[in-house]
Nanobody
Framework: QVQLVESGGGLVQPGGSLRLSCEAS????????MSWYRQAPGKERELVAR????????TYADSVKGRFTISRDDAKNTVYLQMNSLQPEDTAMYYC????????WGQGTQVTVSS
């Protein structure tokens, strides 16, 4: 069955960095677009970044452009989110997402930015 397992979240000070990983299994990873979403308390879930399969073309939310980088390693069935210059407003649960005829979400990893 399809599984998406996120890791790498934690507590970081403003200006710090984290690297999230999402390890996928149960499907042909290289055939799918992969995305990261986030949801802060009391807010709707929002798209953070997306990376297409084959071309590797990327899309970012305006709020993270220039600070976050999404990448993928098809040999490892893993998608990454490098987050730099983190700010308190980046505090949220971060989710890995695979769209398709049936959508799949990971369980999420918490990122907290606080001094």
């Amino acid at each position: 069955q399809v599984q998406l397992v996120e890791s790498g979240g934690g507590l970081v000070q403003p200006g710090g960095s984290l690297r999230l990983s999402c390890e996928a299994s149960g499907f042909y990873f290289s055939a799918y677009t992969m995305s990261w979403y986030r949801q802060a308390p009391g807010k709707e879930r929002e798209l953070v970044a997306r990376i297409l399969n084959v071309s590797g073309s990327t899309t970012y939310a305006d709020s993270v452009k220039g600070r976050f980088t999404i990448s993928r390693d098809d040999a490892k069935n893993t998608v990454y989110l490098q987050m730099n210059s983190l700010q308190p407003e980046d505090t949220a649960m971060y989710y890995c997402f695979r769209p398709g005829r049936r959508d799949f979400w990971g369980q999420g990893t918490q990122v907290t930015v606080s001094s």
